[in-house]
Protein backbone atom coordinates (compact mmCIF):
# COMPACT_ATOMS: atom_id res chain seq x y z
CA UNK A 1 0.00 0.00 0.00
CA UNK A 2 1.24 3.57 -0.79
CA UNK A 3 1.92 5.98 2.07
CA UNK A 4 -0.51 8.96 0.31
CA UNK A 5 -3.33 6.09 0.54
CA UNK A 6 -2.94 5.09 4.23
CA UNK A 7 -2.40 8.48 5.52
CA UNK A 8 -4.78 11.86 5.50
CA UNK A 9 -6.63 13.39 2.61
CA UNK A 10 -4.09 15.78 1.07
CA UNK A 11 -5.22 19.20 2.77
CA UNK A 12 -5.42 17.14 6.20
CA UNK A 13 -2.06 15.98 5.39
CA UNK A 14 -0.76 19.83 5.76
CA UNK A 15 -2.46 20.76 8.62
CA UNK A 16 -1.04 17.53 10.48
CA UNK A 17 2.36 18.08 9.47
CA UNK A 18 2.45 14.58 7.63
CA UNK A 19 5.46 13.57 6.09
CA UNK A 20 6.22 9.94 6.98
CA UNK A 21 9.65 8.80 6.58
CA UNK A 22 11.20 6.63 4.07
CA UNK A 23 12.28 2.97 5.01
CA UNK A 24 16.33 3.66 4.05
CA UNK A 25 16.17 7.13 6.90
CA UNK A 26 14.01 5.24 9.36
CA UNK A 27 16.94 2.62 9.57
CA UNK A 28 19.27 4.85 9.52
CA UNK A 29 17.62 6.60 12.34
CA UNK A 30 17.73 3.25 14.43
CA UNK A 31 21.04 2.72 13.83
CA UNK A 32 22.01 5.69 15.75
CA UNK A 33 20.91 4.37 19.36
CA UNK A 34 23.86 3.59 21.71
CA UNK A 35 23.38 0.70 24.56
CA UNK A 36 19.78 0.29 25.98
CA UNK A 37 18.63 -0.90 28.79
CA UNK A 38 17.24 -4.38 29.34
CA UNK A 39 13.84 -2.86 29.04
CA UNK A 40 13.46 -0.22 27.08
CA UNK A 41 10.19 1.96 27.01
CA UNK A 42 10.21 3.37 23.85
CA UNK A 43 8.11 6.87 23.23
CA UNK A 44 7.03 7.14 19.32
CA UNK A 45 5.36 10.88 19.07
CA UNK A 46 3.42 11.57 15.57
CA UNK A 47 4.01 7.90 15.16
CA UNK A 48 1.90 8.20 11.39
CA UNK A 49 2.19 4.26 10.38
CA UNK A 50 4.89 3.48 12.16
CA UNK A 51 7.76 3.32 10.62
CA UNK A 52 9.99 4.65 13.19
CA UNK A 53 8.99 2.05 15.87
CA UNK A 54 9.27 -0.32 13.54
CA UNK A 55 13.09 0.12 12.33
CA UNK A 56 13.92 0.45 15.98
CA UNK A 57 12.43 -3.05 16.58
CA UNK A 58 14.14 -4.49 13.69
CA UNK A 59 17.35 -3.17 14.67
CA UNK A 60 17.11 -4.49 18.32
CA UNK A 61 16.19 -8.24 16.27
CA UNK A 62 18.90 -8.30 13.99
CA UNK A 63 21.66 -7.02 16.62
CA UNK A 64 20.40 -9.03 19.51
CA UNK A 65 22.14 -7.83 22.14
CA UNK A 66 21.08 -6.94 25.76
CA UNK A 67 17.39 -6.35 25.27
CA UNK A 68 14.53 -8.19 26.25
CA UNK A 69 11.61 -6.37 26.10
CA UNK A 70 10.12 -3.36 24.25
CA UNK A 71 6.85 -1.22 25.59
CA UNK A 72 6.39 1.20 23.13
CA UNK A 73 3.99 4.35 23.50
CA UNK A 74 2.61 5.77 20.32
CA UNK A 75 0.52 9.00 19.74
CA UNK A 76 -0.94 9.70 16.60
CA UNK A 77 -3.91 11.82 16.33
CA UNK A 78 -5.16 11.00 12.42
CA UNK A 79 -7.97 8.69 12.21
CA UNK A 80 -7.60 7.90 8.58
CA UNK A 81 -3.75 6.29 9.62
CA UNK A 82 -4.54 4.31 12.75
CA UNK A 83 -5.28 0.70 11.00
CA UNK A 84 -1.70 1.27 9.63
CA UNK A 85 -0.40 1.49 12.77
CA UNK A 86 -1.94 -1.19 14.48
CA UNK A 87 -1.05 -3.10 11.83
CA UNK A 88 2.89 -2.35 11.79
CA UNK A 89 3.05 -2.90 15.83
CA UNK A 90 0.99 -6.40 15.77
CA UNK A 91 4.04 -6.95 12.55
CA UNK A 92 6.63 -5.43 15.05
CA UNK A 93 5.43 -8.48 17.82
CA UNK A 94 5.79 -10.89 15.26
CA UNK A 95 8.96 -9.88 14.42
CA UNK A 96 9.93 -9.45 18.44
CA UNK A 97 8.82 -12.80 18.87
CA UNK A 98 10.85 -14.45 16.74
CA UNK A 99 13.89 -12.90 18.45
CA UNK A 100 13.07 -13.60 21.96
CA UNK A 101 12.06 -10.33 22.56
CA UNK A 102 8.50 -9.28 24.72
CA UNK A 103 7.38 -6.89 22.57
CA UNK A 104 3.59 -4.59 24.22
CA UNK A 105 2.54 -1.38 22.71
CA UNK A 106 -0.10 1.23 23.21
CA UNK A 107 -1.35 3.41 20.62
CA UNK A 108 -2.59 6.85 21.85
CA UNK A 109 -4.88 8.59 19.18
CA UNK A 110 -5.01 12.25 21.07
CA UNK A 111 -3.39 15.50 20.74
CA UNK A 112 0.23 14.52 21.86
CA UNK A 113 0.90 18.54 22.82
CA UNK A 114 -2.58 18.57 24.82
CA UNK A 115 -1.98 15.68 26.74
CA UNK A 116 1.87 15.66 27.89
CA UNK A 117 1.75 19.67 28.27
CA UNK A 118 -0.90 19.02 30.84
CA UNK A 119 0.80 16.38 32.70
CA UNK A 120 4.09 17.71 32.86
CA UNK A 121 2.70 21.04 34.54
CA UNK A 122 2.09 18.47 37.31
CA UNK A 123 -1.44 19.46 37.53
CA UNK A 124 -2.98 17.79 40.87
CA UNK A 125 -5.86 16.27 39.15
CA UNK A 126 -3.66 14.82 36.38
CA UNK A 127 -1.63 11.77 36.36
CA UNK A 128 2.00 12.83 36.27
CA UNK A 129 3.58 11.49 33.15
CA UNK A 130 5.09 8.64 31.79
CA UNK A 131 8.90 8.20 31.64
CA UNK A 132 11.28 7.17 28.75
CA UNK A 133 14.89 5.46 28.03
CA UNK A 134 14.33 6.12 24.32
CA UNK A 135 12.21 8.40 21.50
CA UNK A 136 12.16 8.13 18.31
CA UNK A 137 10.72 10.97 16.48
CA UNK A 138 9.79 12.81 12.94
CA UNK A 139 7.29 15.18 14.65
CA UNK A 140 4.73 17.24 12.76
CA UNK A 141 5.66 20.34 11.27
CA UNK A 142 3.54 23.81 11.38
CA UNK A 143 4.12 27.09 12.66
CA UNK A 144 2.10 27.96 15.35
CA UNK A 145 0.12 31.74 16.14
CA UNK A 146 0.76 33.37 19.79
CA UNK A 147 -2.76 32.75 20.58
CA UNK A 148 -3.14 28.92 18.92
CA UNK A 149 -4.65 25.87 21.43
CA UNK A 150 -1.18 24.14 20.70
CA UNK A 151 0.82 27.58 21.85
CA UNK A 152 -1.48 27.73 25.48
CA UNK A 153 -1.30 24.04 25.67
CA UNK A 154 2.63 23.97 25.86
CA UNK A 155 3.02 27.45 27.56
CA UNK A 156 0.87 25.48 30.76
CA UNK A 157 4.16 22.99 30.81
CA UNK A 158 6.65 26.48 30.47
CA UNK A 159 7.36 25.59 27.01
CA UNK A 160 7.25 28.91 24.41
CA UNK A 161 7.64 28.16 21.22
CA UNK A 162 6.46 28.75 17.19
CA UNK A 163 6.58 25.49 15.53
CA UNK A 164 5.06 22.09 16.54
CA UNK A 165 8.05 20.34 15.80
CA UNK A 166 10.03 22.31 18.67
CA UNK A 167 6.97 21.79 20.37
CA UNK A 168 7.13 18.13 20.39
CA UNK A 169 11.10 17.85 21.24
CA UNK A 170 10.51 20.22 24.00
CA UNK A 171 7.83 17.47 25.54
CA UNK A 172 9.89 14.59 24.02
CA UNK A 173 13.38 15.69 25.79
CA UNK A 174 11.28 16.45 29.21
CA UNK A 175 9.80 12.73 29.11
CA UNK A 176 13.42 11.19 28.78
CA UNK A 177 14.81 9.28 31.99
CA UNK A 178 18.58 11.00 32.79
CA UNK A 179 20.71 9.33 29.82
CA UNK A 180 17.61 8.13 27.90
CA UNK A 181 18.08 8.61 24.03
CA UNK A 182 16.30 10.41 21.60
CA UNK A 183 17.08 10.40 17.65
CA UNK A 184 14.79 12.66 16.02
CA UNK A 185 14.76 14.31 12.29
CA UNK A 186 13.21 17.60 12.06
CA UNK A 187 13.85 20.69 9.77
CA UNK A 188 17.16 22.23 10.40
CA UNK A 189 15.36 25.70 10.74
CA UNK A 190 15.94 25.51 14.81
CA UNK A 191 19.72 25.40 14.15
CA UNK A 192 20.33 29.63 13.30
CA UNK A 193 16.88 31.04 13.45
CA UNK A 194 15.69 34.20 14.91
CA UNK A 195 13.05 32.85 16.32
CA UNK A 196 14.34 29.07 17.94
CA UNK A 197 16.42 30.91 20.37
CA UNK A 198 14.92 30.12 23.31
CA UNK A 199 14.26 26.55 22.03
CA UNK A 200 18.03 25.98 21.03
CA UNK A 201 18.43 27.30 24.91
CA UNK A 202 16.39 24.56 26.45
CA UNK A 203 17.50 21.85 23.65
CA UNK A 204 21.39 22.39 24.92
CA UNK A 205 20.65 23.05 27.97
CA UNK A 206 18.80 19.50 28.69
CA UNK A 207 20.66 17.06 25.84
CA UNK A 208 23.89 16.27 25.03
CA UNK A 209 24.37 16.46 21.17
CA UNK A 210 26.01 13.12 19.92
CA UNK A 211 25.71 13.13 16.51
CA UNK A 212 24.02 15.64 13.67
CA UNK A 213 23.60 14.09 10.48
CA UNK A 214 22.60 16.37 7.06
CA UNK A 215 21.93 15.32 3.56
CA UNK A 216 23.84 17.00 1.31
CA UNK A 217 21.43 17.52 -1.35
CA UNK A 218 18.43 19.25 -0.90
CA UNK A 219 16.08 17.07 -2.72
CA UNK A 220 17.00 14.59 -0.10
CA UNK A 221 14.00 16.25 1.92
CA UNK A 222 11.15 15.05 1.93
CA UNK A 223 8.99 17.50 3.47
CA UNK A 224 6.74 20.08 2.01
CA UNK A 225 9.07 21.05 -1.11
CA UNK A 226 7.46 24.57 -0.99
CA UNK A 227 9.55 25.33 1.85
CA UNK A 228 12.73 24.06 0.64
CA UNK A 229 13.66 23.46 4.27
CA UNK A 230 16.62 21.01 5.05
CA UNK A 231 16.26 18.32 7.33
CA UNK A 232 18.43 17.36 10.16
CA UNK A 233 18.77 14.16 12.13
CA UNK A 234 20.11 13.99 15.80
CA UNK A 235 21.24 11.55 18.38
CA UNK A 236 20.83 13.36 21.67
CA UNK A 237 21.13 12.16 25.27
CA UNK A 238 19.25 13.73 28.47
CA UNK A 239 21.46 15.08 30.74
CA UNK A 240 23.52 18.31 31.07
CA UNK A 241 26.95 17.82 30.21
CA UNK A 242 27.66 18.35 26.59
CA UNK A 243 30.78 15.95 24.90
CA UNK A 244 34.31 16.95 24.16
CA UNK A 245 33.71 15.87 20.52
CA UNK A 246 30.28 15.44 18.00
CA UNK A 247 29.82 12.88 14.97
CA UNK A 248 28.79 14.87 11.94
CA UNK A 249 27.84 12.70 9.32
CA UNK A 250 26.03 13.40 5.91
CA UNK A 251 25.04 11.47 3.15
CA UNK A 252 23.74 12.66 -0.27
CA UNK A 253 19.87 10.80 0.85
CA UNK A 254 19.77 8.15 -1.69
CA UNK A 255 19.15 4.51 -0.88
CA UNK A 256 22.11 3.00 0.65
CA UNK A 257 24.57 5.77 0.11
CA UNK A 258 27.86 6.02 1.88
CA UNK A 259 27.91 7.59 5.16
CA UNK A 260 30.61 10.48 5.48
CA UNK A 261 31.44 10.93 9.26
CA UNK A 262 34.09 13.13 11.31
CA UNK A 263 34.40 14.07 14.45
CA UNK A 264 34.21 18.12 15.38
CA UNK A 265 35.10 19.37 19.07
CA UNK A 266 31.64 20.52 20.66
CA UNK A 267 33.46 23.80 20.82
CA UNK A 268 33.09 24.50 16.73
CA UNK A 269 29.45 23.44 16.95
CA UNK A 270 28.27 25.84 19.71
CA UNK A 271 30.51 28.79 19.92
CA UNK A 272 30.89 29.24 23.24
CA UNK A 273 30.45 32.79 23.72
CA UNK A 274 27.84 33.46 21.01
CA UNK A 275 24.89 34.37 23.06
CA UNK A 276 22.84 33.14 20.11
CA UNK A 277 23.64 29.78 20.04
CA UNK A 278 23.54 28.39 16.98
CA UNK A 279 24.30 25.27 15.68
CA UNK A 280 26.89 25.07 13.20
CA UNK A 281 26.79 21.58 11.01
CA UNK A 282 30.48 21.77 9.04
CA UNK A 283 29.11 18.26 7.10
CA UNK A 284 31.27 19.25 3.85
CA UNK A 285 34.82 19.59 3.46
CA UNK A 286 34.67 23.33 2.39
CA UNK A 287 33.10 23.92 5.61
CA UNK A 288 36.37 23.65 8.02
CA UNK A 289 38.10 25.21 5.26
CA UNK A 290 35.60 28.28 5.45
CA UNK A 291 35.77 28.63 8.34
CA UNK A 292 39.73 29.22 8.49
CA UNK A 293 39.12 31.98 6.62
CA UNK A 294 36.23 33.36 8.69
CA UNK A 295 38.14 33.14 12.15
CA UNK A 296 40.78 34.89 10.33
CA UNK A 297 38.56 37.68 9.93
CA UNK A 298 37.50 40.66 13.02
CA UNK A 299 35.32 43.21 11.49
CA UNK A 300 31.73 43.31 12.53
CA UNK A 301 29.27 45.78 10.81
CA UNK A 302 28.98 48.09 13.37
CA UNK A 303 32.79 48.24 13.63
CA UNK A 304 32.60 49.14 9.80
CA UNK A 305 29.99 51.64 10.42
CA UNK A 306 27.34 49.75 8.55
CA UNK A 307 23.97 47.84 9.23
CA UNK A 308 21.63 45.67 7.72
CA UNK A 309 18.44 45.99 7.39
CA UNK A 310 15.16 43.77 5.68
CA UNK A 311 13.30 46.01 3.32
CA UNK A 312 11.13 48.33 4.62
CA UNK A 313 8.04 48.11 2.19
CA UNK A 314 6.11 45.60 3.10
CA UNK A 315 4.14 45.65 -0.47
CA UNK A 316 0.58 44.03 0.72
CA UNK A 317 0.20 46.93 3.37
CA UNK A 318 0.61 49.78 1.33
CA UNK A 319 -1.41 48.00 -2.05
CA UNK A 320 -2.98 51.32 -2.92
CA UNK A 321 0.86 53.47 -3.66
CA UNK A 322 1.86 50.83 -5.89
CA UNK A 323 2.48 51.53 -9.48
CA UNK A 324 3.21 48.80 -12.13
CA UNK A 325 5.07 51.42 -13.85
CA UNK A 326 6.52 54.89 -13.17
CA UNK A 327 4.98 57.82 -13.01
CA UNK A 328 4.32 61.38 -11.61
CA UNK A 329 5.46 61.44 -8.21
CA UNK A 330 6.50 58.17 -7.82
CA UNK A 331 10.05 56.50 -7.21
CA UNK A 332 11.60 53.47 -7.86
CA UNK A 333 10.50 49.87 -5.64
CA UNK A 334 13.23 47.23 -6.20
CA UNK A 335 12.20 43.65 -5.39
CA UNK A 336 14.63 40.68 -5.92
CA UNK A 337 13.28 40.18 -9.29
CA UNK A 338 15.50 43.44 -10.56
CA UNK A 339 18.39 41.65 -9.34
CA UNK A 340 20.35 41.01 -12.74
CA UNK A 341 23.88 39.79 -11.81
CA UNK A 342 25.64 42.10 -10.07
CA UNK A 343 23.65 45.26 -10.39
CA UNK A 344 20.15 45.93 -10.35
CA UNK A 345 17.77 46.04 -13.92
CA UNK A 346 15.12 48.91 -13.22
CA UNK A 347 12.42 49.05 -14.76
CA UNK A 348 11.26 45.68 -15.62
CA UNK A 349 7.39 46.45 -17.39
CA UNK A 350 7.48 43.29 -18.31
CA UNK A 351 7.46 41.60 -15.06
CA UNK A 352 5.01 40.77 -12.34
CA UNK A 353 6.38 42.97 -9.69
CA UNK A 354 4.90 46.71 -9.35
CA UNK A 355 8.40 49.16 -10.41
CA UNK A 356 6.87 52.30 -8.56
CA UNK A 357 5.74 53.23 -4.87
CA UNK A 358 3.92 56.32 -4.31
CA UNK A 359 6.39 59.12 -2.68
CA UNK A 360 3.67 60.64 0.05
CA UNK A 361 3.61 61.35 3.38
CA UNK A 362 1.61 57.81 4.22
CA UNK A 363 5.07 56.08 2.15
CA UNK A 364 7.73 58.36 3.06
CA UNK A 365 8.59 55.79 6.33
CA UNK A 366 9.41 53.27 4.15
CA UNK A 367 11.36 54.80 1.99
CA UNK A 368 15.21 55.38 1.48
CA UNK A 369 17.20 58.13 0.28
CA UNK A 370 18.74 57.09 -2.73
CA UNK A 371 23.10 55.95 -2.89
CA UNK A 372 24.76 52.92 -3.66
CA UNK A 373 23.08 50.03 -1.43
CA UNK A 374 24.35 46.42 -1.50
CA UNK A 375 21.42 44.42 -1.62
CA UNK A 376 21.00 40.65 -1.14
CA UNK A 377 18.19 37.87 -1.53
CA UNK A 378 16.58 36.59 1.62
CA UNK A 379 15.19 33.62 -0.40
CA UNK A 380 16.58 31.80 -2.91
CA UNK A 381 15.70 29.68 -5.51
CA UNK A 382 16.51 25.76 -5.32
CA UNK A 383 18.37 26.20 -8.63
CA UNK A 384 20.24 29.44 -7.01
CA UNK A 385 24.13 27.88 -6.38
CA UNK A 386 24.68 29.75 -3.27
CA UNK A 387 22.64 30.52 -0.37
CA UNK A 388 23.96 33.84 -0.43
CA UNK A 389 22.97 35.95 -3.49
CA UNK A 390 23.70 40.03 -3.64
CA UNK A 391 23.93 43.03 -6.11
CA UNK A 392 24.66 46.24 -5.97
CA UNK A 393 22.24 49.45 -6.62
CA UNK A 394 23.77 52.30 -8.20
CA UNK A 395 22.46 55.14 -8.58
CA UNK A 396 23.59 56.22 -11.74
CA UNK A 397 21.58 53.83 -13.23
CA UNK A 398 18.59 54.07 -11.65
CA UNK A 399 18.02 57.82 -11.09
CA UNK A 400 15.76 59.05 -8.24
CA UNK A 401 15.78 61.08 -4.99
CA UNK A 402 14.36 58.06 -3.03
CA UNK A 403 13.76 54.59 -2.86
CA UNK A 404 11.85 51.74 -2.05
CA UNK A 405 13.18 48.49 -1.03
CA UNK A 406 10.92 45.95 -0.68
CA UNK A 407 10.63 43.41 1.93
CA UNK A 408 12.07 40.22 0.31
CA UNK A 409 15.61 42.03 0.32
CA UNK A 410 17.96 43.22 2.99
CA UNK A 411 19.83 46.25 2.39
CA UNK A 412 23.32 46.94 3.55
CA UNK A 413 23.29 50.57 4.70
CA UNK A 414 25.32 53.35 6.50
CA UNK A 415 22.87 54.90 8.92
CA UNK A 416 20.21 55.01 6.43
CA UNK A 417 22.42 55.85 3.55
CA UNK A 418 23.89 54.94 0.80
CA UNK A 419 27.65 53.28 1.37
CA UNK A 420 30.97 54.45 -0.24
CA UNK A 421 31.17 52.75 -3.85
CA UNK A 422 34.50 50.37 -3.39
CA UNK A 423 33.13 49.76 0.10
CA UNK A 424 30.04 48.42 -2.00
CA UNK A 425 31.98 46.27 -4.57
CA UNK A 426 34.09 44.97 -1.88
CA UNK A 427 31.16 43.87 0.28
CA UNK A 428 29.56 42.49 -3.00
CA UNK A 429 32.78 40.58 -3.55
CA UNK A 430 32.95 38.97 -0.21
CA UNK A 431 29.51 38.55 0.34
CA UNK A 432 29.09 36.22 -3.42
CA UNK A 433 32.41 34.43 -2.84
CA UNK A 434 31.97 30.69 -1.91
CA UNK A 435 34.18 31.16 1.00
CA UNK A 436 31.37 32.86 2.72
CA UNK A 437 28.90 30.90 1.40
CA UNK A 438 30.40 27.76 2.15
CA UNK A 439 30.59 29.35 5.91
CA UNK A 440 26.86 29.92 5.88
CA UNK A 441 25.81 26.33 4.75
CA UNK A 442 27.30 25.45 8.31
CA UNK A 443 24.79 26.79 10.42
CA UNK A 444 22.25 27.35 8.08
CA UNK A 445 19.78 24.63 6.46
CA UNK A 446 17.57 26.43 4.51
CA UNK A 447 17.44 28.77 1.31
CA UNK A 448 16.56 31.88 3.67
CA UNK A 449 18.67 34.39 4.53
CA UNK A 450 17.48 36.58 7.94
CA UNK A 451 19.15 39.94 8.37
CA UNK A 452 20.24 38.22 11.74
CA UNK A 453 22.59 36.15 9.81
CA UNK A 454 24.18 38.58 7.92
CA UNK A 455 24.78 40.59 10.99
CA UNK A 456 26.87 38.25 12.72
CA UNK A 457 29.24 37.36 10.11
CA UNK A 458 33.05 38.39 10.39
CA UNK A 459 33.90 40.47 8.10
CA UNK A 460 37.20 42.04 6.74
CA UNK A 461 38.48 45.36 7.52
CA UNK A 462 37.51 48.40 5.92
CA UNK A 463 40.51 48.90 4.23
CA UNK A 464 40.36 45.43 2.75
CA UNK A 465 37.21 45.72 1.23
CA UNK A 466 37.98 49.09 -0.12
CA UNK A 467 40.84 47.53 -1.81
CA UNK A 468 38.80 44.73 -3.28
CA UNK A 469 36.14 46.74 -4.73
CA UNK A 470 38.98 49.20 -6.11
CA UNK A 471 39.86 45.96 -8.18
CA UNK A 472 36.81 45.22 -9.62
CA UNK A 473 36.73 46.66 -12.68
CA UNK A 474 33.62 45.46 -13.78
CA UNK A 475 30.68 43.76 -11.11
CA UNK A 476 30.55 40.46 -14.12
CA UNK A 477 32.88 38.41 -12.82
CA UNK A 478 32.27 34.54 -13.19
CA UNK A 479 32.50 32.56 -9.56
CA UNK A 480 35.59 31.54 -9.97
CA UNK A 481 37.34 35.12 -10.95
CA UNK A 482 35.40 36.66 -7.93
CA UNK A 483 37.01 33.55 -5.71
CA UNK A 484 40.06 34.34 -6.63
CA UNK A 485 39.76 37.87 -5.73
CA UNK A 486 38.25 37.36 -2.29
CA UNK A 487 40.97 34.49 -1.68
CA UNK A 488 43.68 36.77 -2.76
CA UNK A 489 42.95 39.74 -0.37
CA UNK A 490 41.89 37.59 2.57
CA UNK A 491 45.02 35.68 2.52
CA UNK A 492 47.52 38.59 1.98
CA UNK A 493 45.72 39.90 5.20
CA UNK A 494 46.60 37.05 7.40
C1 LIG B 1 5.93 14.12 10.14
S1 LIG B 1 4.71 12.89 10.42
C2 LIG B 1 5.73 11.53 10.82
C3 LIG B 1 5.03 10.23 10.94
C4 LIG B 1 5.92 9.06 11.35
N1 LIG B 1 6.56 9.27 12.63
C5 LIG B 1 6.99 8.82 10.33
O1 LIG B 1 8.13 9.14 10.60
O2 LIG B 1 6.69 8.32 9.24
C6 LIG B 1 4.02 13.45 11.94
C7 LIG B 1 2.78 12.71 12.43
O3 LIG B 1 2.31 13.37 13.61
C8 LIG B 1 0.88 13.32 13.63
N2 LIG B 1 0.43 14.42 14.51
C9 LIG B 1 0.31 15.73 14.19
N3 LIG B 1 -0.07 16.43 15.26
C10 LIG B 1 -0.19 15.57 16.28
C11 LIG B 1 -0.53 15.69 17.66
N4 LIG B 1 -0.80 16.88 18.18
N5 LIG B 1 -0.54 14.57 18.42
C12 LIG B 1 -0.24 13.36 17.89
N6 LIG B 1 0.08 13.18 16.60
C13 LIG B 1 0.12 14.26 15.81
C14 LIG B 1 0.50 13.48 12.17
O4 LIG B 1 -0.79 12.96 11.92
C15 LIG B 1 1.61 12.68 11.47
O5 LIG B 1 1.21 11.37 11.23
Request: include cysteine.
Amino acid sequence: MSIVAISAPRQRQGELGQFLTPAPVAAFMASLFGPLPDLVRLLDAGAGAGALTEAFVSRLCEKKDAVHAIEATLFELDPFIQDALSETMRNCQRVCAQAGIRFTFAIHSTDFIREMSARLAHDLFVTPPPTFDAAIANPPYRKINVDSTERCNLRYAGIETSNLYTGFISLIQRLLEPGGQLVGITPRSFCNGPYFRNFREDFLDNLEVHRLHVFESRDAAFRDDSVLQENVIFHAVRGRKQPGAVVISSSSGENGDVVAEKLIPFTEIVHPHDPEKFIHIPSASGHAAAKKTMDALHSSLGSLGLSVSTGRVVDFRLKSALRREPEKDTVPLVYPCHFNGGTVQWPKPEGRKPNAILNNAETRPWLVRSGVYLLTKRFTSKEERRRLVACIFDPAAVQAEWLGFENHLNYFHSNGHGLDRSLAAGLFAFLNSTVVDQYFRRFSGHTQVNATDLRKLAYPDRETLQAMGAEMRTLDLSQDELDELVEKFLHARR
